[in-house]
């Protein structure tokens, strides 16, 4: 139990400290008006979802309510986005991650997709580009 322990302990110091490129751990105090420093969210930096700006109202209307909501096509398409399938769901904007914080969040985001797969251009392609944007140049 006690090597257990230790493990788990070590996981959330490396969590807390920013190791963990995929995750950034954000405290309380960040979004809230709690000032814990160890209570907080794990957001998980390649989690990513596209939604459209039109349910930014909704959601600031406290629309989305699984036991109000009766339009199954509706529930569906919230539950696209969002976990939404049972009497206990609903959407709301609670809080906002403020500054500094956001910036940390946005720079462990962008540090996240550093390198995605994406091949370099070869020589012939960037040449194709730049006739294609210059012209025929010689």
Same mark, same amino acid.
């Given at each position: 139990?006690? %090597?257990?322990? %230790?493990?788990?302990?070590?996981?959330?110091?490396?969590?807390?400290? *920013? *190791?963990?490129?995929?995750?950034?751990?954000?405290?309380?105090?960040?979004?809230?008006?709690?000032?814990?420093?160890?209570?907080?969210?794990?957001?998980? $930096?390649?989690?990513?979802?596209?939604?459209?700006?039109?349910?930014?109202?909704?959601? $600031?209307?406290?629309?989305?309510?699984?036991?109000?909501?009766?339009?199954?096509?509706?529930?569906?398409?919230?539950?696209?986005?969002?976990?939404?399938? *049972?009497?206990?769901?609903?959407?709301?904007?609670?809080?906002?991650?403020?500054?500094?914080?956001?910036?940390?969040?946005?720079?462990?985001?962008?540090? *996240?997709?550093?390198?995605?797969?994406?091949?370099?251009?070869?020589?012939?392609?960037?040449?194709?580009?730049?006739?294609?944007?210059?012209?025929?140049?010689?």
């Amino acid at each position: 139990m006690l %090597k257990n322990k %230790k493990i788990v302990e070590n996981k959330l110091k490396a969590l807390y400290n *920013s *190791s963990f490129p995929k995750f950034a751990f954000v405290p309380e105090k960040a979004y809230s008006d709690g000032k814990s420093s160890v209570k907080g969210l794990v957001v998980d $930096l390649q989690d990513v979802i596209q939604f459209d700006i039109k349910v930014k109202d909704p959601i $600031l209307a406290y629309e989305y309510d699984y036991k109000v909501e009766k339009s199954k096509e509706k529930r569906e398409y919230i539950n696209n986005y969002f976990f939404f399938d *049972s009497d206990s769901d609903f959407v709301i904007a609670e809080n906002v991650i403020v500054s500094p914080w956001i910036e940390y969040v946005l720079q462990m985001f962008a540090n *996240s997709f550093m390198r995605i797969g994406v091949d370099n251009a070869l020589e012939y392609e960037i040449e194709d580009f730049c006739t294609e944007i210059l012209g025929d140049i010689k």
